[in-house]
């Protein structure tokens, strides 16, 4: 696997090494620990977890699976089968799905850029510089149904103020930051960190703060708001589910695990 060391025969591995040697966060660990996943078989005369050969071996099979976009349910299922032809096999057929997807994953940026028409619209930018920016995906009739919408509030008209100095440069540096905090949902999400994670949270809060400082006020709860209609209109649901399935849903439940935890 990229970026591992072969599994040493008779290794006992705590935490903070595992974690380090695959890549992945301490807590994911515990989540998988919790969840049944992955039990580290010993501990400790201190009573840390340790992992042996054999539960190394399994953490290969499930950072394979999730990176494959595989549930947590799913990958549970995959390794108690206990069939190593048929999870073979499935893992070629994955294989091919995944050379399948490569062109979709090389106009990634492309997809998350999308994500930012709801407060692209009525900025000065020709449609050609919209559509470099944004993609085919933008569209013009979508612009004026928002403005029909949206036009006689405080948010749509702060937003026009703000974004009326910004020119391509400045948006392109703002669909970027928009690719990064995306990004943190798919990590969580493929993680498989609940909504309610500071991972998620974190990565909720750092969405409300880009529209804040970028577009309008949003407060915790108005942002609470955002995430219901990102579920709501197939229209923003289809931009991230793009990106990872169930990913439109995960990103509501994150908006609110945080507008609760701002309202503690």
């Not at 099979?61 to 206990?82: C, M, N, S």
């Not at 008209?157 to 400045?170: K, L, P, V």
């Amino acid at each position: 696997m990229d970026g591992q060391r072969p599994v040493t025969t008779g290794e006992r591995l705590t935490v903070g090494q595992v974690a380090e040697r695959f890549g992945v966060t301490v807590r994911t660990l515990h989540h998988y620990d919790d969840v049944g996943l992955l039990r580290p078989s010993e501990r400790s005369a201190g009573g840390y977890r340790l992992y042996t050969d054999e539960d190394l071996l399994r953490l290969r099979h499930v950072v394979v699976y999730r990176r494959l976009g595989f549930p947590l349910e799913r990958i549970e299922e995959l390794l108690a089968a206990d069939e190593p032809g048929a999870v073979l096999a499935h893992l070629r057929r994955q294989r091919e799905s995944v050379l399948a997807r490569l062109a979709e994953l090389s106009g990634l940026v492309t997809a998350i850029d999308r994500a930012l028409e709801k407060e692209m619209t009525g900025i000065d930018l020709t449609p050609q510089e919209r559509r470099e920016l944004f993609g085919d995906g933008f569209s013009d009739e979508y612009a004026a149904e928002a403005e029909r919408r949206w036009g006689d509030t405080d948010a749509w008209e702060q937003s026009r103020r703000r974004t009326a100095g910004y020119d391509a440069e400045e948006w392109r540096r703002i669909a970027a930051e928009t690719a990064a905090i995306n990004q943190r949902f798919v990590e969580a999400l493929r993680a498989g960190l609940p909504a309610t994670s500071a991972e998620a949270m974190d990565a909720a809060e750092a969405a409300r703060r880009q529209i804040h400082d970028r577009f309008y006020d949003v407060s915790p709860e108005f942002h609470r708001a955002l995430g219901d209609m990102y579920v709501a209109d197939p229209r923003f649901t289809k931009i991230y589910e793009d990106l990872a399935p169930g990913l439109a849903q995960y990103v509501r439940d994150a908006i609110h695990a945080n507008a609760d935890r701002a309202a503690d």
